[in-house]
Nanobody
Framework: QVQLVESGGGLVRAGESLRLSCAAS????????MGWYRQVSGYERELVAT???????NYADSAKGRFTISRNTAKNTVDLQMDSLKVEDTAIYYC?????????WGQGTQVTVSS
């Protein structure tokens, strides 16, 4: 089992920044892939960004150029730096991890961007 705990969400204004952090209960080097997804009520959960244990990152088009995903092995976290936030970035952000054939989700953290 892998437990994931997100932190760093909150209320900001458009154009501001937030940094989300996902702490894992196991060494993140043992997780093949970690990532951030988001969900707005009534809509499907969508990919924001992923990163492999080798450090290769992948971004949704909506995140490219504004968000940066990174692995912090000292803190055992995967972080999402979100800059130039837009109102449409408002959602619950979930951390995801894949280990072998299993996937794991955190409880989510709310990000609200006001105009």
């Amino acid at each position: 089992q892998v437990q994931l705990v997100e932190s760093g969400g909150g209320l900001v204004r458009a154009g501001e920044s937030l940094r989300l952090s996902c702490a894992a209960s196991v060494n993140i080097n043992s997780l093949m892939l970690m990532g951030w997804y988001r969900q707005v009520s009534g809509y499907e959960r969508e990919l924001v960004a992923t990163i492999t244990n080798g450090g290769s990152a992948n971004y949704a088009d909506s995140a490219k150029g504004r968000f940066t995903i990174s692995r912090n092995t000292a803190k055992n976290t995967v972080d999402l730096q979100m800059d130039s936030l837009k109102v449409e970035d408002t959602a619950i952000y979930y951390c995801n991890a894949k280990k072998l054939l299993s996937g794991y989700w955190g409880q989510g953290t709310q990000v609200t961007v006001s105009s």
